[in-house]
């Protein structure tokens, strides 16, 4: 009834529901609880990710880009920066680590162990800034990396490249190896440096990834691409 009392509502069992019945508020757990069942999620719930990681190298990186590089190198792969925003990686994990200006310079791999990020670290730590660029070159090397890895259906993989966007070559070649891999591979964007987004957005959108700005928060970047894995 208009401007009435409003009418109780009727108990109903089937859905559990009775207005009459006192409802007791429900304590939340304790801080430092939530936080060891998000670790415990982290490190020993999760499937393990198969991450293949590209770095730009290149002369358009050098200087701030490189800079800011070396600083992603050493929080992803230090145990207790990255676990303080739940991106560790764990001795399940295994991660590529291609540097690459032209061509992929090298190519480096380790589990998710602490020794491995260690020497993963070192190894991007000694990279210089130089030469030309070609980031559809590595995530090639990167693809058949994945593809090749044994035991390829118990992890989630990914490709990140980490460059500020400006690349020669062309992705045709790439995305015709993606699509016959027998696997989809997101291959997502870091920007750094002065960073040019329109050739990493295309490469996201046509692998159903995304791209990040690396010089913002870094965290959140790396958060949301290792959530999809």
């Given at each position: 009834?208009?401007?009435?009392a ?5 108990a ?16 939340m ?6 936080r060891?069942?998000?670790?415990l999620y982290q490190?020993?719930l999760?499937?393990?990710s ?16 490189e800079k800011?590089l ?6 992803l792969f230090?145990?207790?920066k990255?676990?303080?925003v739940?991106?560790q990686w764990t001795p399940s994990d295994?991660i ?7 061509v992929v310079?090298?190519t480096f791999?380790?589990g998710?162990d602490?020794?491995?990020?260690s020497?993963l670290?070192s190894?991007?730590a000694v ?5 030309g660029?070609?980031?559809?070159a ?6 058949q990396?994945?593809?090749a890895t044994p035991?390829?259906?118990?992890y989630?993989?990914?490709i990140?490249?980490m460059t500020?966007g400006?690349t020669?070559g062309s992705p045709a070649?790439?995305?015709?190896q993606?699509?016959?891999?027998p ?10 440096g002065?960073a040019d987004?329109s050739?990493?957005d295309?490469l996201?959108?046509?692998?159903s990834?995304?791209?990040f700005d690396?010089?913002g928060?870094?965290?959140s970047?790396f958060?949301a691409a290792?959530g999809y894995?």
């Open positions: 009834p208009l401007g009435g409003a009418i109780q509502a009727a109903e069992p089937d859905w559990n529901f009775d207005p009459g019945r006192l409802v007791t508020s429900i304590r757990p304790e801080p430092a609880v939530i060891t069942a998000l670790n490190e020993a999760r499937k393990p198969l991450t293949a990681l590209c770095f730009d190298f290149s002369g358009s990186m050098e200087d701030q880009g800011q070396q600083v992603a190198a050493q929080f230090t145990p207790e990255a676990s303080e739940l991106v295994h590529f680590v291609l540097p690459f200006d032209s310079r090298d791999e380790a998710g602490a020794a491995g990020q020497q670290l190894d991007v990279q210089r800034a130089g030469g660029t070609d980031m559809y590595c995530a090639q090397q990167a693809l990396r994945i593809t035991n390829l259906s118990k989630l993989p990914a990140v490249i500020d400006r020669d070649m790439f995305l015709a993606w699509r016959q891999a696997v989809r591979v997101p291959v997502f964007g870091i920007t750094f002065d987004k050739q990493l295309s996201a959108k046509a692998t990834a995304r791209v690396g010089s928060d870094l965290a970047a958060r290792r894995n």
